[in-house]
Nanobody
Framework: QVQLVESGGGLVQPGGSLRLSCAAS????????LGWYRQAPGKQRELVAG???????SYVDFAKGRFTISRDNPENTVYLQMNSLKPEDTAVYYC?????????WGQGTQVTVSS
């Protein structure tokens, strides 16, 4: 079973940038969908961005123009580039993947946007 491990979170000032990575323990070429979700304290987990196996991307409104999702199938990694970060982006960010059989989730990485 494939495991997903996120990294790249941390503390950043408002207006700053972070690049999150999600490394899979196996091939992601069979994942027809990969996405990033986030969960802020006291709130439900929400979708941030997704990418298909064909490279088609989708973003929720708050991510459009600031965040970019990408995938590197040979490296079995999916990325989330986050620019112009705001305090309301503070959350645990989770990687999610789907293949024909299962859903996979990472353990999350904390992103804190604060001055």
């Amino acid at each position: 079973q494939v495991q997903l491990v996120e990294s790249g979170g941390g503390l950043v000032q408002p207006g700053g940038s972070l690049r999150l990575s999600c490394a899979a323990s196996g091939s992601i070429s069979t994942f027809y969908y990969l996405g990033w979700y986030r969960q802020a304290p006291g709130k439900q987990r929400e979708l941030v961005a997704g990418i298909s196996n064909g490279g088609v991307t989708s973003y929720v409104d708050f991510a459009k123009g600031r965040f970019t999702i990408s995938r590197d199938n040979p490296e079995n990694t999916v990325y989330l580039q986050m620019n112009s970060l705001k305090p309301e982006d503070t959350a645990v960010y989770y990687c999610h993947g789907k293949d024909a059989s299962l859903d996979y989730w990472g353990q999350g990485t904390q992103v804190t946007v604060s001055s």
